[in-house]
């Protein structure tokens, strides 16, 4: 069986995660934190979860286990068979990824672990979250799905990642993004719905409270 190795309270393994579930893929849970630690170094060298271990062997990145999934486990497809379709998929994905949710990275150690605000990124990251927006603006489609009309890997990295952009703009600038997006806080809810989201974003959304409650 499949192990997935992350921590549920981050939003990229619970990316992987839901991603596993939409596909009914079977799969073993391994609870851990990132770390620069040597143990997880040498199998995850940038110190990243999730990474996944199949027949004692390891694969990185989500959008690399996204397309290991996609192989292994053709129905339900989270990609178009259309080439183009399937790159615009890909597009959304990284347009989330690097201009959302990596800016709002920025900002983790004051939003999950209460450290003061730096004021460098303070001033740095909204600028950038603010063309992040902009390019979701011109990207995102809403048919009623990100891509289109069919359900997609991308909507999967959008709600998590999205969400955690939105959770870190709230509690920095009181900005709230889905108030920028047209339709965007009604997808969200659309997908958040979804059993396979909801099961995962339900136990993320408990850890984490716990995790920011704790002594």
């Known amino acids: ?61 989500t959008n690399v286990i996204f397309d290991y999934l996609e192989e292994i486990q053709l129905q339900p497809a989270l990609y178009p068979t259309d080439p183009w379709a399937k790159a615009k998929v890909k597009e959304l994905i990284r347009v989330v990824e690097l201009y959302l949710d990596s800016p709002a990275r920025r900002h983790l150690p004051s939003v999950y672990f209460g450290a003061p605000v730096d004021q460098t990124a303070y001033e740095r990251v909204r600028p950038e979250l603010e063309k992040g927006v902009q390019s979701l603006k011109h990207f995102a489609r809403f048919e009623p799905y990100v891509a289109g009309a069919t359900f997609t890997f991308a909507d999967i990295a959008a709600y998590f990642q999205l969400r955690f ?26 997908v958040g719905e979804r059993p396979s989201v909801n099961a995962v974003d339900s136990v993320l959304q408990k850890d984490f409270a716990a995790f920011r409650n704790r002594d």
Request: aromatic letters at 12%.
């Open 1 to 61: 069986m499949i192990k997935l190795y992350g921590t549920s309270i981050s939003n990229f393994f619970s990316t992987a995660k839901t991603a596993f579930v939409e596909k009914a893929v079977p799969f073993e849970e391994v609870p851990i934190f990132p770390s620069q630690e040597s143990a997880i170094l040498v199998v995850s060298p940038m110190g990243k979860v999730p990474y996944i271990e199949v027949d004692a062997k390891i694969l990185t990145e």
């Open 165 to 190: 952009t939105n959770l870190h703009t709230i509690t920095v600038y009181d900005w709230d993004i889905t108030d920028e997006v047209p339709g965007l806080g009604e997808y969200l809810k659309m």
